[in-house]
Structure formats: C-alpha cells, structure tokens
C-alpha cells in the first residue's frame, strides 16, 4: 500500500516536472509544479517528516505557487508577450545529455551505501517539538540570520514597489 | 519499494528536469519556476537522508531553504513586473540593457 502510493507520488512528481518545461504558456506550466510540490509534500510524509509535510503545503504550494499564479493573472500576459522558442525540444535534449551523467554518478554513489529500511516508523521523529528543539538547540545563529534575510526580503519589496508608484504619479503630474 | 535508491531518483530526476528547464526555456517565469524545482529535487534529498540515518538537522536545513526560497520569491517577482511593465515582453534576450555589445 505504502508502496503504491509512493510510486503514484512519484509520478505526479516527475509528470507536474515535465509539464513545466514542455507547455508554452506559463499558466499551465505553473499547475505543473503546484501537482509536483503537493506530490512532494506526499512524500515527506512518508518519510515521517510531518512538520515539513505541513510547512511545505502551507509555504511552497499555499503561499509561493499562488503569489506566482497570481502575478501570472495580474500581468495578463497574452499570446504575443510570450517568446518564441523554436529549438526548445533541441535545448532540451541537450540539457538532458548534459544532466544525465550527473544522475548516474549520484545514483552509483547512493546504491553503494548498505540498504536500510526507509518504512514509516511510529516515534515522534520529525515531529515539531523535537525538531523546534534541534533549531533553537543547535541552528540559533542560521535561524536569526534567515530572520534577517526575511527582514532585508521585505524592504526590498517595498522599495521596488515604492519606485514604481513614484513614476507613475510622475505621469500623472505631466498630463 | 520505497528504497533509498529509488528516492534519490526521484530527488535527482527533479533536480535535473529544473537545471533542464533553466538552460532550455527563455520565458523568465518558467525559469523562476525550474530554480524552485531545483530547490524542491535537493529539499526531497535531504529529507530522505535525514529518515535515512534517524538525525533531524536536514530537516532544519529543509526549514532554512523554504524559508530562503519565500524570500527569493518576493524579491524576484516583484523585479518580473517591473520588467515586464518596461519592456512588455518575458523574453530573457529582451532583457539585455547592461550588456556592453552594440544592441541598445
């Protein structure tokens, strides 16, 4: 059963993947990774990481991909502002020669290491608590440097949201 | 089924369709988009060493590259409008002012 849902997760994701870089238009592509990061999500969960199961549906899948699909419906983008690709099937075989041979150089690497068993286990592993003590135990200075980073993210949001409402009131000064 | 071997196919499999996706597209937001799948093949690798050998500190690494991909995210689509309110275009040749070659 485990398995099952395993190798169905795994499709989704690797399908949703494929679909981002084959369609043209940018909105099918971005329904493409939202199938992949809620497969994803599936999986973590079946590695019993169940806080990063929640706080990957709530960040990558609830906050990223629908500020992305948003901006997509906002910018309304129509089929002249897209860019031709012409060779992209050619740049995509050749990215594929190129990425292969790194996959089969991890992949010889991670089967040479003794199997273990990777089923769902019933402990409290990967759980909150045990991973809040971990992150403010040994993770502290990482943790207040990303909250720096999420701090100087926003500034500069603002700023460069700040600089376009200035010309355009520039505009509207001159008319 | 649910080896190690097969999971790190599917974390790698991710990771190259993104790397893929960054050299083949020219559309700005498919691009944005394989950087976050990038992210996602190497956050599924993590995860899975960290059931691997029992340890939590890879999932607070997964915590860290979520909480840098939320930030990348704000600052990156907010440059995508204001280059597309310039040039009306998601083309990445389009975007070439800083370039020191003839085309203006």
Partial sequence: MVDLLFIGLSLLAIGGALAMIVYANPMYS???????MLSVAGIFALLNATFLFMVQIIVYAGAIMTLILFILMFLNIREEDLPNEPN?????ALGAVIM????VLVLKAVAKLPSKDMLLVNSDFGDIGPIGMVLYNN???AFELVSILLLVALIGAVVLAKKRTRRVKHVGEVS | MISLT??????MALFSIGAIGVISRRNIFVIYMSLEMML???????????????NMDPQVITIMVIAIAAAEAAIFLSVIILLFRSKKSLDTDVFTTLTQGEKS
């Fill in chain 1, 139 to 141: 993770w502290l200075v």
């Fill in chain 1, 30 to 36: 971005a329904l493409g990774v939202l199938i992949s």
């Fill in chain 1, 100 to 103: 292969i041979p790194l996959n």
């Fill in chain 1, 88 to 92: 992209k099937f050619k740049l995509i």
């Fill in chain 2, 6 to 11: 097969s999971l790190a196919f599917v974390s």
């Fill in chain 2, 40 to 54: 996602n093949g190497i956050n599924l690798f993590l995860v899975t060493f960290a059931r691997y050998h029992f």
